[in-house]
């Protein structure tokens, strides 16, 4: 059994250090924007990034090497050691600055694309609506969820979703790579990889997250600045319909369905707007015009 846990505790260290080398590439390459990184560090909530040694990170910028990272950290008077996560607040402000001023903007941070959250019962046309949208609109792009859900015939895996098993979900939430992830129609898992997210953001685009309630509320206490939208069905009756129509359920999985968007009727209202889907491109316009009335709100 000991060695079992041992075993297990080594992989996991490993798999940690990979993430780690992954991570400093993203930060060199630029896929990851270093202020992100260093902000989630000292949130502390996601492992790879808040154990992340503070010369390590300096040393991913782009053109950064040891001494630039020493003389930072020796300015500051922080030990090399230290990792984000370990940081104390008055280290943290201190940093904050000095690595915004070295980068050169203001605040540090990157003008980065919007996240609009996208939600709404079964069957209601999320999924069309959302493809009209992102193929008539370069800057806008879906976010591809992981999920324990074996696919349907003709998914692929990467551009529909990322299909994985429950060892690997298991690991992405414990290694803090899903920005949110819920179990839906009380089954399968479902959640939002952080990093196809942020380097999404991180290029500028606006990215639609068509998730479920559950994980709306997860975003919206993670990231306040982000659009919610909730496409709701003409009526309810339409709704089960549609989604008896649809042959890609068992008549089982459909019943469970149609619970679920009675929860999620109900949570409406904590949305920032409603949108009926009684013509998919006008729906998709009503989509596209809050999208661009949010954005000018945030530029204000
Ligand atoms: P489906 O199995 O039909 O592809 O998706 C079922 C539901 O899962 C969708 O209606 C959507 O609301 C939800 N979903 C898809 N991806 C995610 C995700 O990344 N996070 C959460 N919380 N829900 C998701």
Redesign the pocket.
């Known amino acids: 059994m000991k060695s079992f846990d041992a075993h297990a505790q080594s992989q996991r260290a490993v798999a940690l250090r990979q993430a780690r080398a992954q991570l400093k590439k993203d930060i060199k390459s630029g896929k990851r924007h270093p202020m992100d990184v260093f902000d989630q560090g000292v949130e502390r909530e996601n492992q790879v990034v808040k154990g992340l040694r503070v010369d390590w990170f300096l040393r991913s910028l782009p053109g950064w090497g040891d001494t630039k990272a020493h003389r930072f950290l020796t300015e500051l008077g922080i030990s090399p050691r230290h990792t984000l996560g370990g940081l104390r607040v008055r280290q943290q402000v201190l940093f904050r600055r000095k690595l915004a001023g070295v980068l050169g903007t203001g605040s540090g941070r990157r003008a980065a694309g919007t996240i609009v959250v996208i939600?709404?019962p079964?069957a209601v046309g999320?999924g069309t609506i959302n493809r009209v949208i992102v193929e008539q609109h370069d800057d806008i792009e879906m976010?591809v969820?992981?999920?324990t859900?074996p696919p349907r015939q003709g998914e692929i895996d990467g551009v529909d979703?990322h299909f994985v098993d429950d060892e690997r979900f298991d690991q992405m939430v414990e290694l803090g790579q899903l920005l949110?992830?819920?179990t839906?129609?009380g089954q399968?898992r479902?959640?939002?990889p952080q990093a196809g997210v942020e380097a999404q953001r991180n290029a500028g685009k606006t990215v639609i997250?068509?998730?479920?309630v559950?994980?709306?509320r997860?975003i919206r206490s993670r990231l306040p600045d982000a659009l919610f939208i909730f496409i709701a069905p003409p009526n309810f009756d339409e709704l089960a319909n549609r989604l008896t129509s649809r042959d890609t359920e068992t008549r089982e999985e459909q019943s469970r369905r149609l619970a679920t968007a009675v929860q999620e009727m109900a949570a409406k209202d904590e949305f920032d707007a409603v949108v009926v889907n009684d013509v998919v491109e006008k729906a998709a316009q009503k989509v596209v015009d809050l999208i661009v009335g949010h954005r000018k709100k945030l530029r204000e």
């Open positions: 939600a709404g079964t999320k976010s969820s992981a999920t859900r979703y949110e992830w819920a839906v129609h399968h479902y959640g939002t997250l068509e998730i479920d559950q994980g709306a997860q």
